[in-house]
């Protein structure tokens, strides 16, 4: 079985500047997919970013970008220009291949991250 | 607007009781599924349905059940036999099953027990 560990339970960052958050996960397959959401105080999970795991290039989404280093199995989250909405817990998420794309994911346990003013 | 409904917000259980957490979508989406948060841990896979009239168990099915008699409709049984059901529930959809899709998240319910 798949595991995503987050090893930061709580990350704080002045506004305005640049927090990276950790992922590892461990899998014997070669072929998968990797996901940031964001839970704001709401509770609804947002999707931040994406990763398929055949693809080379890092994902960039506006201010979110990650560093995938397949061989290191690490997914890490870059945010840039912190801003006071981006306060939320974050988890990182894995998905096999294997039986097609629709199987549910593989959560860590979550980084909260706090933006101080 | 479309998405994920899920009902009610909030929901108590007595001991022994059976009770049935509501997901509905008009997304069209294929796939549903359910995920239970504890505090401090991230979503764990309770059960998942690709098409209608299947559905597959997660990593924590024990005590919980389900039923996919229409496409828009997911809902969740938490039995007697789960023994500690308190916890943050939410329902996701995915649309097809190409695995780089994204899956779209309601606003949860949270069970507590009386």
């Known amino acids: 079985a798949q595991t995503v560990t987050q090893s930061q339970p709580e990350m704080s960052v002045q506004e305005a500047e640049t927090v990276t958050l950790s992922c590892t996960y461990d899998?014997?397959?070669?072929?998968?997919?990797l996901f940031w959401y964001k839970q704001p105080p709401s509770r609804q999970m947002i999707l931040v970013i994406r990763?398929?795991?055949?693809?080379?290039q890092n994902a960039t989404e506006n201010r979110f970008s990650v560093n995938f280093q397949k061989a290191a199995k690490s997914f890490s989250l870059k945010i840039s220009d912190s801003q006071l909405g981006d306060a939320a817990m974050y988890f990182c998420?894995?998905?096999?291949?294997?039986?097609?794309?629709?199987?549910?994911?593989?959560f860590g346990k979550g980084t909260h991250l706090i933006i101080q003013p | 607007d479309g998405g994920i409904t899920q009902s009610p917000k909030y929901l108590f259980r007595k001991e022994g009781q059976n009770v049935t957490l509501s997901c509905e979508q008009n997304?069209?989406?294929?796939?549903m599924y359910w995920y239970r948060q504890d505090p401090g841990q991230g979503l764990r896979l309770i059960y998942y349905?690709?098409?209608?009239?299947?559905?597959q168990k997660g990593d924590i099915a024990e005590g919980y059940s389900v039923s996919r008699e229409k496409k828009e409709s997911f809902p969740l049984t938490v039995t007697s036999a789960q023994k500690n059901p308190t916890a943050f529930y939410l329902c996701a959809s995915q649309e097809g099953s190409r695995g780089n899709q994204p899956q779209h998240f309601g606003d949860g319910t949270r069970l507590s027990i009386l």
């Open positions: 349905s690709q098409i209608v009239n299947d559905f």
């Open positions: 997304l069209n989406h294929d796939a």
């Open positions: 998420a894995y998905r096999s291949a294997l039986r097609g794309g629709a199987d549910g994911l593989t």
């Open positions: 990763q398929e795991a055949y693809k080379q």
């Open positions: 899998t014997s397959e070669s072929d998968y997919y």
